[in-house]
């Protein structure tokens, strides 16, 4: 079976995509709701967005090294692409676009979004090069419940009990205060903190085991992966009951949750694009193929532009006032408008480089 399965890259290119209309409005003070993260506890549809990113690294992990040996070549490899992911994202913390260009190292943020990409990456990698789909299975279920267990019965040092609330007794909070202190997002907490990255590597592994599943051959498999998309939303749905749906620390029932919807819609893509073969949403083919290198440009010049005076305002607040709100009297429209502009951008640019046959791994 070709390892190239276009529902993959155009679910990847697609999550790309939502990740840079999320991360690029206008103003961050006029979002429709769906664009914002929930608070703390629930979801919301951009809440699924980087666990789906995840999700989709595990099941490239299940084609990329499907036929690779456990030995020092492989591991090499992984390590390098590993380091290379988690370079690229302190880069983005510590970039400043004028003098002295790298930001105090005081103020420095260690956790990312790329930081996390790679640790993941690395451990689920190794994992899947190491062990069968019933051990990677077991490690799931020990992650997901080992995680529970600390954050939900464990006291903190202090013989406090713990919540899952946004507090310092909540473990994941705690752990990021307590090690990383001002290197976090918040003061009081980091959305890719330390520990929270152990559900984290969970997604990515529940995304190798539907990667074997595709990559079997069996005339059911779209059937079989829409039935486990809903197996996973029901059972996150329950265990949400004690431990709740939660992004900023990556709860268990959260892990389910997401990685229930990533297997629906990746069902629906297999079938229209690579069953049925009618090239459904092709256009996110073309940044899913380079998803990486876009999303760090995109990251980088957002932050060039946000960062970059002109005059009493910045790069990005002129080109919002002038070709946006200056047009659309709407503000959260306006708001919208300018992320939608931004990602037309780099669809743009996703379709020269997959045109010309330029395609850059990380």
């Not at 980087?50 to 989709?56: A, E, K, Q, T």
């Not at 992911?85 to 420095?108: E, N, Q, V, W």
């Not at 009618?278 to 996110?284: A, D, M, P, R, T």
Request: proline content about 4%.
């Amino acid at each position: 079976m070709n390892s190239r399965i276009e529902s993959v890259d155009i679910l990847r290119g697609l999550t790309v995509v939502a990740m840079i209309l999320v991360n690029t409005p206008g103003t961050w003070a006029h979002i429709y709701p769906p664009l914002l993260h929930a608070d703390w506890h629930g979801y919301t549809p951009t809440d699924l967005i980087f666990p789906f990113f995840l999700f989709i690294v595990g099941i490239s992990i299940s084609f990329a090294y499907k036929n690779k040996l456990s030995n020092s070549k492989t591991y090499k490899k992984i390590g390098i692409r590993s380091l290379k992911l988690i370079g690229l994202g302190l880069f983005l913390a510590a970039f400043l676009p004028y003098l002295p260009f790298i930001k105090d190292f005081s103020r420095l943020r260690f956790p990312g979004v790329l930081q996390r990409i790679g640790i993941v990456f690395f451990f689920a990698a190794i994992l899947s090069v190491n062990f069968n789909w019933k051990i990677l299975l077991t490690t799931v279920v020990i992650l997901l419940l080992g995680y529970w267990i600390w954050l939900g019965f464990i006291p903190l040092p202090d013989g406090s009990i713990p919540t899952f609330d946004r507090a310092t007794n909540n473990w994941a909070n705690y752990i990021d205060v307590t090690i990383m202190k001002d290197h976090i997002w918040k003061k009081d907490y980091d959305p890719e903190g330390l520990l929270s990255t152990l559900p984290s590597i969970a997604t990515a592994l529940i995304g190798v085991l539907i990667g074997k599943v595709i990559l079997h051959q069996n005339y059911l498999k779209t059937l079989m992966l829409f039935l486990l998309g809903i197996v996973m939303i029901g059972l996150g749905y329950i265990w949400n009951l004690w431990f709740p749906f939660n992004k900023a620390i990556w709860s268990s029932s959260f892990v389910l949750l997401t990685a229930g919807w990533g297997t629906i819609f990746l069902s629906i893509l297999y079938y229209v694009n690579d069953v049925k073969k009618k090239s459904f949403g092709v256009i996110f083919k073309y940044v899913g193929s380079n998803a990486i290198v876009i999303f760090f440009t995109s990251s980088f010049i957002t932050k060039v532009f946000y960062l970059t005076k002109v005059g009493d305002t910045t790069i990005h607040g002129w080109m919002y006032k002038t070709f946006f709100t200056s047009i659309i009297s709407i503000d959260k429209l306006a708001s919208l408008c300018y992320a939608l502009a931004v990602v037309s951008f780099y669809v743009f640019v996703g379709y020269i480089l997959y045109k010309k046959r330029i395609f850059i791994k990380v």
